[in-house]
């Protein structure tokens, strides 16, 4: 198969990347692209444990995009009812992702830097944690 572009760009896609392109895919992804991936991690970041990437530690995920991340990542970590520190005006999406988990909101001001650590220490300090301390 043949794809034509209006500037003249011609691209010629076989059969077997046409085969792989109809057809489901694993859960994980696309298995060329995240070994692509996984090259680029180590190659732009290193591995603490050698160069190579370790997929029985760690691996990573593809999204299609900033809020299917955030709402994968939040919902692999987060609880029923935990508590969340978030940040006092937040991504509205965030909040959207965290209310069917009845997250209890703990909010933290943020000046031009960042996190303000006056209102961090404070919340820190008031922080009541359950369990056996």
Known sequence: MFLLFSLHLQIHLDGTVIG???QYLPTNGHGTLLDRLRDLQVRVHGD???????AGRYDL???NGSQDGLSKSLEMMANIGDSVVVEDHTFFATLSIL????????TV??????NDLRSQSILVNNLRVPGPF
């Open 99 to 106: 209310d069917p988990l009845k997250a209890k909101y703990v």
């Open 48 to 54: 603490v444990v050698g160069q190579h990437f370790d």
């Open 20 to 22: 792989a392109a109809l």
């Open 109 to 114: 001001e943020m000046d031009r830097k960042g």
């Open 61 to 63: 995920v593809t999204c």
